[in-house]
């Protein structure tokens, strides 16, 4: 049978027309330059992204170094400033040793794939970031996924195993929720199966833990030998970038071993010294990550959500697709722009807004997010 005549994406526009008629097709969206509306849907938690010292800190690095790293970090891309980075983090989250990496993504992929492998199990929470879904994938590992926050579920699946070696996947802060994750619960199950726990810390640095060290840090497991934390420089950090953190000997491994590390492109300078520079920040203003939290408390009571916050993430489940996207819509035309999440970001039936508290967010800005939440969602509920 031939098929020259057929384009080889034809099937793409019924697939695009499946996705509108279910309320999923995305679109980009430009966003105004900063100041122009009230943001509570970016994860600049800290409202470290505008910051004087943290612009100054890129742009110093970019004169400095240039605006490239030029390399992978094993060719021309590691720079004096990337080691100062990974040596000053490591000291505030309590671990031996960082690698930083291009992304947050990039080094979820790095750490879990490197640190698994054919022959090994991971075990990951239901509701585990899509780059730690696409780690296991790749990892060639076999793969049991826990229900949400099973600490049972997860000691079942390391007790049943046959493979010598296993890694347990979580995030210690949920994306879409804001929900903590067992962490003290997991680590015993992973101490008594002897298995390695890895946490993904992206939306805990900068809230949680005594001035936002994070929820390891925060539940004594910070420099723990069988523990490895992965964490973004986007969020809390107001700049670009991601890290892997734990023994010497992991960094040592992922150096060797580790393919988004080796053949990638080593993060700009730029961004390297912007999150250098909100580093110091966070530690000079300790503050800043109970600030956050006291936010979030706000938006949670003008929202009538029934749970307090944990993180800075506000979760408003709203049901449909087309319910949220119009709420999240009617938000921006009054100024004021807020996330909007659906399937498969999270289960059907679920969708909602995500609105994502600042510690840098003023009075008149609450009085302001007051105002469009309480209309907006009266008419979507």
């Known amino acids: 049978m031939t098929r020259t005549g057929l384009s080889p994406l034809a099937w793409l526009a019924d697939v695009e027309q499946q996705r509108r008629e279910a309320g999923l097709r995305r679109v980009l969206r430009v966003r105004q330059p900063v100041g122009a509306e009230l943001d509570l849907a970016s994860n600049d938690y800290l409202g470290l992204s505008q910051h004087p010292a943290v612009l100054d800190g890129g742009v110093e690095a970019l004169r400095t170094w240039g605006a490239g790293a030029g390399g992978s970090r094993l060719v021309t891309g590691n720079t004096e400033l990337h080691e100062e980075f990974e040596a000053e983090l490591a000291r505030f989250t309590g671990a031996e040793s960082a690698l930083v990496f291009s992304s947050g993504y990039t080094a979820n992929l790095g750490a879990l794939v490197a640190l698994s492998g054919p022959g090994s199990l991971i075990v990951s929470d239901a509701l585990s970031h899509a780059s730690l879904v696409d780690a296991c994938r790749l990892s060639r590992a076999r793969v049991t996924v826990a229900p949400h926050c099973d600490v049972a579920a997860v000691e079942r699946a390391l007790a049943d195993r046959a493979e010598d070696r296993a890694v347990v996947v979580t995030e210690s802060v949920f994306s879409t929720d804001g929900a903590l994750a067992p962490l003290r619960e997991l680590h015993d199950v992973c101490r008594r199966h002897g298995a390695l726990l890895l946490v993904d810390e992206a939306h805990g640095i900068g809230v949680r833990g005594t001035g936002g060290q994070g929820l390891l840090y925060e539940t004594g497991l910070a420099g723990a030998p069988d523990v490895v934390m992965t964490t973004t420089l986007s969020?809390?950090?107001?700049?670009?970038?991601?890290?892997?953190?734990?023994?010497?000997?992991?960094?040592?491994?992922?150096?060797?071993?580790?393919?988004?590390?080796?053949?990638?492109?080593?993060?700009?300078?730029?961004?390297?010294?912007?999150?250098?520079?909100?580093?110091?920040?966070?530690?000079?203003?300790?503050?800043?990550?109970?600030t956050v939290l006291r936010r979030a408390a706000e938006l949670t009571r003008i929202c009538e959500v029934p749970e307090e916050p944990t993180s800075a993430v506000v979760s408003v489940i709203l049901g449909e697709p087309d319910v949220a996207v119009a709420a999240a819509a009617a938000c921006l035309d009054r100024g004021v722009r807020v996330g909007c999440f659906r399937p498969p970001s999270v289960p059907a039936g679920t969708s909602r807004l995500r609105l994502t508290a600042r510690a840098s967010l003023t009075d008149d800005e609450m009085d302001l997010a007051r105002a469009v939440l309480t209309e907006v969602l009266a008419s979507a509920r």
Do not use: M, N, S
């Open 235 to 290: 969020k809390a950090l107001g700049a670009q970038g991601g890290v892997v953190l734990g023994p010497e000997a992991v960094r040592g491994h992922l150096i060797d071993a580790a393919r988004p590390f080796i053949f990638d492109t080593g993060l700009a300078p730029a961004a390297v010294g912007a999150a250098l520079a909100a580093l110091r920040v966070l530690i000079a203003e300790p503050y800043r990550a109970a």
